[in-house]
């Protein structure tokens, strides 16, 4: 289920370049103020750093209390979670950012502001780093791995990575097409690391 969603996920990205540039217009009329100061508020929940201070403390916190403790179960298999977190954003953000340093695609601000919109192959800098969203495929990597610690609550953490994505193009900070894209590459990414090397954070619909 998971690969047929991330494939969805950047076959509908790739359908998002046809209207990405007007979208970006009709979000920034559409979006009030109120509500651009609530995505605003909770956009950075998504935020890779964020999370990957969160799994380094987890494997530190797992480490302290197993020396101290003992070896309960639970804990391990946090301690595990942690590293396939890890693993998972390690491994898309290689995919994600191989591709922006290829694509160089200005911000949606740039078409807002200044009537600028395009790629920039193989110029990236920090003005052209659009395409696809790390946030997008941070919080998809942490709803993956979610998914397979917790399996019973994987409506919640699918429903949360993509309502946080999706502020992302809401914010004017990614276009549409960066946000699918980069949540497929989250998702495929992460379910074939699990698949691979964690098998036991699996679940037989991944």
């Known amino acids: 289920m998971l690969l ?23 979000v920034h009329a559409a979006v009030p103020r109120s509500v651009h100061r609530g995505l605003a508020r909770t956009t950075d929940w998504a935020k890779g750093a964020h999370w990957l201070a969160v799994a380094i403390l987890c494997l530190a916190a797992a480490d302290a209390i197993l020396w101290l403790f003992g070896r309960p ?28 340093f290829l694509a160089g695609r200005r911000r949606p601000r740039d078409e807002l502001e200044h009537d600028l919109y395009g790629f920039r192959l193989l110029h990236f800098d ?15 990597c942490v709803a993956v791995v979610a998914a397979g610690l917790v399996p019973a609550l994987w409506p919640a953490w699918f429903g949360l990575a993509l309502y946080l994505a999706l502020t992302r193009a809401l914010l004017n900070a990614h276009f549409f097409s960066d946000v699918l894209i980069g949540a497929g590459i989250g998702l495929v990414v992460s379910r074939e690391v699990l698949l691979y090397f964690f098998p036991a954070l699996t679940q037989p619909w991944f």
Not at 5 to 21: E, H, P, S
Not at 128 to 134: E, I, K, L, T, V
């Open 73 to 100: 179960d639970w804990l391990r298999l946090a301690a595990r979670a942690a590293l396939a977190f890890l693993a998972c954003l390690a491994a898309a953000s290689a995919v994600l950012h191989t591709i922006k």
């Open 4 to 26: 047929w969603a991330g494939v969805g996920f950047l076959l509908f990205g790739v359908i998002a370049f046809a209207f990405d540039r007007r979208a970006a217009h009709a």
């Open 126 to 140: 920090s003005q052209h780093d659009s395409f696809p969203s790390g946030h997008a495929m941070t919080i998809f």
